[in-house]
């Protein structure tokens, strides 16, 4: 009688084993999809599945490299989780280079291989493997919707080796891994464009606004806080009584017109709170519905590009005047000449009464106003050239403050001289800028027929980098109709005034590249401040070391 043969049935040892197995391999995808929510950060996400997957398996060493750049024949891939490796070691698999066409082969035919330790490309690490007893290395592909994204490199030794009958778990792990990478990427991508963006919000030297449908500010960016106080004492806060501190908006609000149309709005003139000149914009933010849902609200002070402006329309007319003027002087001039010489010619033979001489005199008298008016036409016309020299502001002024000395006790006006010591020198006609504070501090002087306070002042400013001269009197200030007038030749409320003296100061100071802005009240006073720019100080940069004198060089980490 013939004994069948059996197969014997697994014992309670293997199925103990198998157990064992799929309880280890159920926990290393749990931590690899733990990791993830544990941090969304890549850094953190790729350490933590390493170490699970060392840890569980009881593995010693594990490397993961991604891709760092790809070509039609390299990848260049670059570690970026490890364990097990000195310092040394580290330095030296920093980056790893594989042919295309072994990358292929990862994403097509062989997610997992297994592979000798001798093969190992770095010597260092090879050598520590064989100290180490370790023989064999499993490299596990990390793929993400059918794109290798890089390799995870594990010694495969201790007890739980793993035979290639395992490659599918492998390649399970390989891709929740990848789906892991991919996913801490774009968060990482995200962070990094809301970091940019937030970057660049605060980095916007003008003022921000994000305001909600309840005229509420949601944001502020950091010029906001400057300009309108600490951002906790901002936000939540109606608009309207942080812009205009009011309850409600005024009727030129570009952002009630924005929160109420739904349209962009774009508005320019002086703040309604501190004057000057502001350019507004506002810009409505809808949701995904398409409902309103905030408004962008945006100012930009254009005061001193407005007042620049101005400046060079002013100067554009006053050449052109300039011209016009020069010609018309040159055509007076002379037969002025023939009337002031038939005059006196007359006068001295004719035998007048009294009365007549009176008006021979009267003749003469306004004979050399209009010669003078002349000359100073010509004189804006064709400005002397400056003869440029080093000198000090506060010399001119004590200078002019001494010409006008017996001015001023005549005006009964008090003096208030306010010098800021330690004041670079500037390069300067001596004579021009005394011509030109002279003629401020005398219109000074005229504008308190009463007597009055006369204050005049010299500082350095830092920003914009210039220093300063500034004249302030207690007269009868300018009217709101002649404040773009004042500098325009001729124009003058004086009675014996030529209104030439202001427009030649200015022209005086545009060769200086300096400038001159006014601010005035009608019955309180006026302020002139005459700037002149200061160069910026270039730093001084020290030459670069020569290869011999580095302290420490440092080294590739691939030679």
């Not at 069948?4 to 391999?25: I, N, S, V």
């Not at 300096?514 to 002139?528: L, Q």
Request: with cysteine.
């Amino acid at each position: 009688m013939r004994k069948e043969k059996t197969e014997a049935l697994p014992g309670p040892d293997y199925a103990r084993r198998e157990h064992l197995r799929q309880h280890h391999e159920l926990q290393i995808l749990f931590d690899i999809s733990s990791a993830l929510h544990y941090s969304p950060h890549l850094q953190d996400v790729l350490q933590r599945a390493l170490m699970s997957i060392l840890g569980t398996l009881k593995f010693k060493m594990g490397a993961i490299y991604l891709a760092r750049e790809t070509s039609d024949e390299q990848w260049l891939l670059e570690l970026a989780a490890h364990h097990g490796f000195s310092a040394t070691l580290l330095n030296c698999i920093q980056f790893l280079s594989i042919p295309t066409n072994l990358m292929d082969k990862y994403h097509h035919q062989q997610p997992v291989r297994w592979f000798p330790a001798t093969k190992i490309t770095f010597t260092a690490l090879r050598e520590r493997m064989e100290e180490e007893g370790i023989e064999e290395i499993i490299c596990i592909s990390l793929m993400s919707q059918k794109k290798v994204l890089g390799l995870l490199y594990v010694t495969n030794d201790g007890a739980l080796q793993l035979k290639p009958d395992r490659s599918e778990f492998l390649t399970t792990i390989g891709q929740q891994l990848g789906v892991s990478i991919q996913n801490a990427q774009l968060f990482d991508s995200v962070e990094r464009a809301k970091s940019e963006l937030e970057i660049s919000f605060d980095a916007i030297q003008h003022s921000i606004f994000l305001v909600d449908r309840r005229m509420r500010i949601y944001r502020v960016n950091r010029t906001s806080e400057m300009v309108y106080g600490k951002v906790e004492d901002l936000l939540g806060k109606k608009y309207t009584q942080i812009l205009y501190g009011k309850d409600q908006p005024h009727l030129e609000c570009p952002i009630w017109a924005c929160l109420w149309g739904g349209q962009p709005v774009q508005r320019e003139g002086p703040h309604p709170r501190w004057g000057g000149y502001y350019h507004y914009y506002a810009f409505p933010v809808f949701n995904p519905t398409g409902s309103l849902e905030r408004v962008v609200y945006y100012e930009k002070d254009a005061t001193e590009a407005r007042k620049l402006e101005q400046r060079l329309q002013q100067t554009e007319r006053l050449k052109a005047l300039g011209t016009l003027a020069a010609g018309i002087a040159h055509e007076i001039r002379n037969p002025l000449a023939t009337i002031n010489f038939n005059t006196q010619m007359l006068q001295r033979e004719l035998h007048l009464d009294a009365a007549q001489q009176q008006m021979f005199d009267d003749v003469l008298k306004e004979i050399r106003k209009m010669d003078r008016i002349v000359q100073q036409v010509l004189h804006f016309a064709r400005p002397r050239e400056p003869q440029f020299q080093p000198n000090q502001l506060n010399e001119v002024v004590r200078y002019c403050m001494d010409m006008a000395k017996a001015y001023l006790v005549k005006a009964n006006v008090v003096v208030c001289l306010d010098t800021s010591d330690g004041l670079p020198s500037v390069v300067m006609d001596f004579s021009q800028i005394c011509q030109v504070v002279m003629n401020v501090i005398i219109n000074a002087i005229e504008s308190m027929p009463n007597g009055g306070n006369l204050t005049v002042a010299t500082e350095r400013q830092a920003d914009p980098p210039s220093l300063v001269l500034q004249v302030t009197d207690t007269g009868t200030g300018i009217l709101e109709e002649d404040k773009d007038r004042i500098f325009d030749p001729f124009f003058t409320r004086k009675p014996e005034g030529t209104g030439m003296g202001l427009s030649i100061s200015r022209q005086i100071l545009e060769k200086h590249g300096a400038f001159v802005d006014v601010e005035t009240e009608p019955g309180k006073g006026t302020t002139f401040r005459i700037i002149f720019p200061l160069k910026p100080v270039v730093p001084q940069i020290e030459p670069a070391p020569e290869p011999g004198d580095a302290i420490m060089e440092s080294k590739p980490a691939i030679q």
